[in-house]
């Protein structure tokens, strides 16, 4: 019983967890570094496999103190129960072998492991107007969602058109409609957008050389100028809605005021 106590003390304790999430995070990120030494990768491996156990506890304890229902209707809490269960896969694996020279199939547990750091995100309280800021993000995420679907798919067309035009000429840029596709979004993305057009250009005869510049530049500034930027500002726009809503709120209250000044 006493040593429940002193655990419940720990575990209820926000800071502590969030020591627990950086120090997990620390041993992962060491982890992915080839070349340690065995008894370092040992070392980790253990120490990363007594953190997770150490977040499966901090669940037991929760709903022990606050029982499943109360403790599930958090979402913070559903997310932190979803990782702890996939992570605690990897713990598993690791009791039925001993091969730590070849885990590859554990480290790649490992990296749904990686998502707890987000857990993080709970101690919202120590970063000012976090609510504020997630809630702005969101609202304006789906005010660009039908923007961002229209330019998905701009660039499907561009790709199937482009891999049909120069699939022969550059089959590494255009070969199938997936790498086609990949091509386009770095135009979108301003990259490669005069290699890929002057590779193409000096396989092409003299005629066609030009008309491909100018297909290109007008992929590139359709799709990579002006449905970014459309993008980008409509996401900015609806970021700050509401202090543009308080500002218009004051401005209308500050004519108010004036207007009932005796003239």
């Known amino acids: 019983m006493f040593l429940y106590l002193i655990m419940k003390k720990f575990f209820l304790n926000d800071r502590f967890v969030l020591a627990l999430i950086l120090t997990n995070a620390l041993v992962i990120f060491i982890q992915s570094f080839y070349g340690l030494p065995v008894f370092v990768r040992q070392i980790l491996f253990v120490a990363d496999n007594i953190l997770t156990l150490s977040f499966v506890l901090e669940i037991i304890i929760k709903i022990r103190e606050y029982s499943f229902k109360v403790y599930y209707k958090s979402k913070w809490n559903k997310f932190d129960f979803y990782l702890v269960t996939l992570s605690f896969v990897s713990v598993f694996m690791s009791l039925i072998t001993n091969d730590f020279e070849n885990l590859s199939f554990i480290l790649i547990l490992r990296v749904l492991r990686i ?16 609510n504020q800021l997630l809630f702005e993000t969101r609202r304006a995420f789906k005010a660009s969602i039908l923007i961002i679907f229209a330019l998905v798919v701009y660039n499907f067309k561009l790709a199937f058109f482009s891999c049909h035009l120069f699939k022969d000429i550059a089959p590494q840029y255009f070969g199938n409609p997936m790498e086609s596709f990949y091509t386009a979004f770095r135009f979108f993305s301003v990259e490669g957008w005069y290699e890929i057009p002057d ?5 092409s005869s003299d005629s066609k050389s030009l008309i491909v510049k100018i297909y ?6 359709s799709g990579g100028i002006l449905g970014l930027s459309l993008i980008n500002s409509n996401f900015v726009d609806a970021m700050i809605a509401d202090n ?17 000044l005796p003239k």
């Open 115 to 130: 998502d707890r750091i987000f857990k993080a995100f709970r101690f919202k309280r120590y970063v000012p107007n976090i």
């Open 199 to 203: 590779y193409i250009a000096e396989n």
């Open 216 to 221: 290109f530049m007008f992929i590139l500034f």
């Open 244 to 260: 543009n809503d308080s500002l218009e709120h004051k401005v209308d209250e500050l004519n108010k005021k004036l207007s009932n």
